[in-house]
């Protein structure tokens, strides 16, 4: 038997280190830090339906992810191996509930929650064609999912772009009896990019008819050699069916080739925003405030066809809000109570409109911020809800500096 | 059994003098890259109080705190590491031709065992394994002891506590070999596994056909890399990941059936000395 000793001390020493490793990585885990939102002020239901994503990141490495709601915190690794593998984490709730409930629409189809359209009556996903090599034009697939029969139906629509290099579907919408499609795209032979809605008749598998973002006739002075790319700056939801859709444009100069052959970096010259109106099919030019204009429209948001644009000043909430492009802005002061803005000034915050609720929160929480959440009502430009996300780990002792960074905000 | 054991046990005495070697290199190299990364940090902290006159806080915000995490990604390191793995690579190649090749052809001894070739087969694959799993469990000891000699060495305030758990999920030598999950472990070395599978039934073919048997296996590698490639080329994502799982699980366990079990008839019919 001594002559095994070897064998024997290997094979013990190496099941019972990498056994402790993982057995205590599961115990970690079993141990891992609970959130919640406490209630400082206001009734809880006013956070029915938000659910906070946030990633627990040390180093500027993200060690996982957490939802936190009213309810408690679900992580990741909660989630079942398959569903955590194929990332549903992050994935929009209509896309979790469209993978348990009908898996099989989504056979060969993305996660990208603007490529697809929920209403009551059906699920719509669009998708570039990925076969087709026609230069003449851009083929589309759109699969209909009918919810009441659970009926698949395919179509295919042409659009009246040629030789695209690059397509990128930023929004889908049911708008009266067409389907509009809201994209970006540009030809193989520039960089400036395009922005068009496509309105399709399924029916007759065509495109009806196509508005694009002509920025000269917008009064938007594009120098000759110049890029133009645009991003979209409203937060598109499944379930969501805006009016008003906002788009940042970028002017930037090409790089110039110096002395040594090498290129310069392109340079941004311009910043605009345009908004789109669905009900009257036309592009406008959006003035932002002009206590905004530095700032940009970063925390921009549609709720029907009003636009918001809230700002963070001492502790005060000064809420922008226009009806339509050309109407200009109003404004007004919310109050906020003082422990709520220090954080959100410090760490900053996102904001997020769903049904006249305006949600204001923090984003990070570390060893000298927390994450605070308030709620205002827009119809009585009252605060009725403010909160704070706790945590069971203790924050001075940690050895290990991690923070709670919230990455999205989503209202059921 | 009992010979499977007594020949695992007679490989691991073949190569421990070297395996304990390599071990001690691995500790000599890993601790190399302690001192040196620590050396390395303070000498540039050191340079910025004296001519920048920094303070140490200023020095923290402007180089951040020294952890294993700085040291996990110095050359010494990264060497260490990976100066296992290819040691245990070559092993792979070593394991069965340091039986052939030698003063007297242990193979001829080994074959005329009596017991069912396969054994040897198992046992050669068991030593791979064990001396894999071993120098994982020694990184993972050495882990704690190299912390703790960091810590030791470095001045407090410029120093910070960093987990084997953390580093693991983000190094990208660290997390290949000490995976986050024991589910992205058993993947990991299931994967290594069935490679050191098909790897000893190339051999096999060679030792059997000689250079015929290499162009056999070359063409043994060839038809299972296209079986695992081709679902890659499936429409995208016409899989789900629960799918592609299932369908590699399966791939998986049909290629180390077969090669065990042209391994078994190479060497119960093929293998000559």
New interface residues.
């Given amino acids: 038997m001594k002559r095994y000793w070897k064998v024997g001390l290997l094979s013990l020493i190496a099941f019972l280190t990498i056994g402790w490793f993982y057995v205590e990585k599961a115990v970690a885990r079993m141990k891992a830090p609970e959130y919640n939102i406490e209630t400082l002020s206001g009734d809880d239901k006013a956070i029915e339906g938000l659910d906070l994503k946030a990633g627990i990141v040390r180093n500027d490495e993200v060690l996982s992810n957490v939802g936190i709601s009213k309810e408690g915190s679900l992580f990741d690794h909660d989630l079942p191996y398959f569903e955590q593998r194929e990332g549903l984490f992050n994935v929009d709730s209509s896309l979790q509930k469209l993978y348990k409930e009908h898996k099989s629409f989504l056979r060969g189809k993305t996660f990208s929650p603007n490529q697809y359209f929920e209403n009551d009556n059906m699920y719509v996903y669009v998708d570039k064609n990925r076969q087709e090599k026609n230069k003449e034009s851009t083929q589309l697939d759109i699969s209909v999912l009918e919810k009441a029969s659970g009926k698949e139906l395919e179509y295919k629509v042409s659009l009246p772009l040629k030789d695209t290099s690059f397509f990128w579907i930023a929004n889908v919408q049911v708008v009266g009896k067409q389907l509009a499609v809201s994209a970006s795209s540009s030809t193989s032979n520039s960089k400036t990019e395009e922005w068009n809605i496509f309105y399709l008749d399924l029916t007759k598998q065509e495109t009806d008819s196509n508005d694009k973002a002509a920025l000269k006739d917008l009064g938007i002075d594009v120098p000759a050699q110049a890029a133009v790319y645009f991003s979209p700056v409203t937060n598109f939801e499944i379930k969501q069916s805006n009016d008003l859709e906002v788009l940042e444009v970028h002017i930037t100069q090409q790089g110039e080739e110096n002395e040594e052959g090498s290129v310069t970096e392109e340079e941004l010259t311009q910043t605009h925003y345009i908004v789109y109106d669905y009900g009257a099919k036309a592009f406008s030019v959006l003035s932002l405030p002009k206590e905004l204009k530095e700032r940009g429209a970063e925390h921009l948001s549609v709720a029907e066809k009003s636009l918001y644009l809230p700002m963070l000043t001492g502790q005060q909430l000064t809420l922008y809000h226009t009806v339509s492009a050309s109407s200009g802005w109003t404004s007004k002061t919310i109050q906020l109570p003082k422990e709520v803005t220090i954080d959100m000034k410090k760490a900053g915050y996102d904001t997020t409109i769903k049904e006249d609720k305006l949600y204001l929160i923090s984003t990070v929480e570390d060893q000298d911020t927390d994450i605070f959440v308030a709620v205002i009502d827009l119809h009585t430009d009252k605060v009725i809800y403010t909160g704070k996300v706790n945590t069971t780990s203790e924050k001075t002792s940690k050895q290990e500096e991690t923070a709670l960074h919230l990455y999205d905000i989503n209202v059921e | 059994m009992k010979n499977y ?1 007594k020949l ?2 007679f490989e ?2 073949r190569f ?1 003098k070297i395996y304990g070697a390599l071990i001690g290199l691995t500790i000599l190299l890993q601790i190399a890259a302690v001192v040196s990364a620590e050396m390395g940090y303070m000498k540039e902290a050191n340079s910025l109080m004296l001519e920048q006159r920094y303070t140490s806080v200023q020095v923290i915000e402007h180089l ?1 705190k020294i952890s294993m ?1 700085t040291v996990s990604y110095t050359t010494l390191f990264v060497f260490s590491i990976g100066i296992a793995v290819v040691s245990l690579l070559i092993y792979c190649l070593f394991i069965w031709y340091r039986d052939w090749f030698g003063k007297n052809m242990f193979i001829y001894r080994l074959l005329m065992l009596p017991l069912n070739r396969i054994q040897l087969f198992f046992a050669k694959l068991t030593t791979i394994l ?2 894999v ?2 120098l ?2 020694v990184q ?2 050495l882990f704690p002891l190299e912390e703790f000699l960091l810590r030791k060495i470095t001045s407090a305030p410029y120093f ?7 580093l693991s ?2 190094h990208p030598f660290l997390s290949l070999i ?1 995976p986050h ?3 992205g ?1 058993l993947i990991a070395y299931g994967i290594g596994t069935l490679a050191v599978i098909v790897l000893f039934t190339v051999i096999l073919f060679e030792r059997s056909y000689r250079w015929k048997g290499i162009f056999i296996g070359a063409a043994y590698v060839l038809i299972i890399a296209a079986i695992l490639i081709g679902p890659l080329y499936a ?4 899989l ?3 799918e592609i ?1 299932w369908l590699y699980l399966f791939l998986s366990f049909l290629i180390g059936g077969v090669s065990i079990w042209l391994s078994y008839w190479l060497l119960q019919h093929k293998v000559t000395v």
């Fill in positions: 054991i695992v046990r691991v005495d421990s951040g995490h064990l001396f799993f071993g994982v469990a993972l000891l910070e506590l960093v987990s084997l758990e953390t999920q983000s000490l999950s024991f589910s472990f429409p995208l994502n016409f789900f990941y629960q799982f």
